[in-house]
């Protein structure tokens, strides 16, 4: 079956401009995840969607980042005012909510602001 | 809170040789662990995991043991092989269905 999509995969912005990501979990999972992938940091969490629950947020590292599911199943991470900083590669995960929870990664996408 | 350190890399090794990649944690309560792969130019795969206190995860001649007393789930390989080649990340997982929280990921090289 499929895996989970993201799109694009490449991303060059300026800064100041403002981004969107965009993830396609494994059809029935219930939980995205948002990751970012970085030289210095290595791999941060972001955002945790499950169901219709409030999302935790814990890891978003300003309130430049902001991230909604519709329906359940696409996400959207959208970065306002993009840095320098924010280049890296964002990951989207998802997982079904059961057993070991364990979570299938899409390919990221690479975001590079000049 | 939760946190996992792994062994410093990049480790370079022959073809056949033996591997093992360490990887300790700190967490509350009773985790899921995990280790991921990724491949070059390729994503996030997992490789196994372990649920439980004693538990084994195996997958690809790769073996880890979740062990409680020692807090750790090192990664090993008796004979590794040139497309094992890649960076190796030890996970875990909290109760529940939340967020991993990740090594810093170990890059291995194999050579021929």
């Known amino acids: 079956g499929a895996g989970v999509s993201q799109s694009p995969s490449n991303k060059v912005t300026e800064k100041g401009k403002d981004v969107e990501l965009r993830c396609d979990p494994i059809s029935g999972h219930t939980a995205l995840y948002w990751y970012r992938q970085s030289l210095g940091q290595g791999l941060e969490f972001l955002i945790y969607f499950q169901g219709n629950s409030a999302p935790d947020k814990s890891g978003l590292p300003s309130d430049r980042f902001s991230a909604e599911r519709t329906g359940g199943s696409v996400s959207t991470l959208t970065i306002q005012r993009t840095q320098q900083e924010d280049s890296a590669v964002y990951l989207c995960?998802?997982?079904?909510?059961?057993?070991?929870?364990?979570?299938?990664f899409g390919p990221g996408t690479r975001l590079t602001v000049t | 809170g939760n946190s996992v350190t792994q062994m410093e890399g990049p480790v370079t090794l022959s073809e056949e040789a033996f591997l093992t990649i360490n990887c300790t944690y700190t967490a509350t309560g009773y985790p899921s662990l995990f280790w991921y792969v990724q491949y070059p130019g390729e994503g996030l795969q997992l490789l196994l995991k372990a649920t439980k206190a004693d538990d084994k995860g195996s997958n690809k001649g790769f073996e880890a043991t979740y062990r409680k007393e020692t807090t750790s789930f090192h990664l090993e390989k008796g004979s590794v092989q040139v497309s094992d080649s890649a960076v190796y990340f030890c996970a875990l997982g909290g109760q529940g269905a939340q967020k991993l929280v990740f090594g810093q990921g170990t890059r291995l090289t194999i050579n021929p």
């Open positions: 995960a998802s997982s079904n909510g059961q057993g070991a929870y364990e979570q299938y």
